[in-house]
């Protein structure tokens, strides 16, 4: 049973920093591309960031682009998030999404984590 | 980035009604297209993806079609466990963009 459990979230100021991390199995975690997408509090879907099975390749959303590090550690089947900088746009419930096959299409889906970024 | 249109943002209906869901793309996506479900609390729910390929596991009163820019979502006859938010993806390029949602509740 494939399952994904995010940890790192929490209250932080804005301009600081959190990192998020998302424990997997039930799957060959090498060979997927993961995703991490977001959700505003009461509001729609936003993809964040995806990274390839062996974290060579990674995309970014234009609104988190030079602020968050999206990465992998195949030996530990864990992907992270590193964010820096943080605004209070940023604050959202962070999903880890892992894709049926390529990279986008989300069959799985973790709990979510939640950052809040206020003062 | 391509942006995604759903209408309604909400609707009501009975159990027992055909529920129909339009989003559209602001250019062309040919069929990559992906519908999801979410309930209160809890995470998406992969329902159809290329336009119309039903996701293992989902009941087949859920149908999707179109290609292009028009796309629909379909549940046939609407069941108690339907009423959910439901979202459209576009992954025909990077970064792969979300509908705003509709929200189906019960009338």
């Known amino acids: 049973e494939v399952q994904l459990l995010e940890s790192g979230g929490g209250l932080v100021q804005p301009g600081g920093s959190l990192r998020l991390s998302c424990a997997a199995s039930g799957f060959t975690f090498s060979t997927y591309a993961l995703n991490w997408v977001r959700q505003a509090p009461g509001k729609g879907l936003e993809w964040v960031s995806a990274?390839?099975?062996?974290?060579?390749?990674?995309y970014y959303a234009d609104s988190v682009k030079g602020r968050f590090t999206i990465s992998r550690d195949n030996s530990k089947n864990t992907l992270y998030l590193q964010m820096n900088s943080l605004r209070a746009e940023d604050t959202a419930l962070y999903y880890c999404?892992?894709?049926?096959?390529?990279?986008?299409?989300?069959?799985?889906w973790g709990q979510g984590t939640l950052v809040a970024v206020s003062s | 980035d391509i942006q995604m249109t759903q209408s309604p943002s909400s609707l009501s209906a009975s159990v027992g009604d055909r529920v129909t869901i339009t989003c559209r793309a602001s250019q062309g996506i040919s069929s990559y297209l992906n519908w999801y479900q979410q309930k209160p609390g809890k995470a998406p729910k992969l329902l159809i993806y290329a336009a119309s390929s039903l996701q293992s596991g989902v009941p087949s009163r859920f149908s999707g079609s179109g290609s292009g820019t028009d796309f629909t979502l379909s549940i046939s006859s609407l069941q108690p466990e339907d009423f959910a938010t439901y979202f459209c993806?576009?992954?025909?390029?990077?970064?792969?963009?979300f509908g705003q949602g509709t929200k189906v509740d019960i009338k």
């Open positions: 990274i390839s099975g062996s974290g060579g390749t990674t």
């Open positions: 993806q576009q992954t025909y390029n990077v970064p792969p963009t």
């Open positions: 999404a892992k894709p049926t096959s390529g990279w986008y299409i989300i069959d799985y």
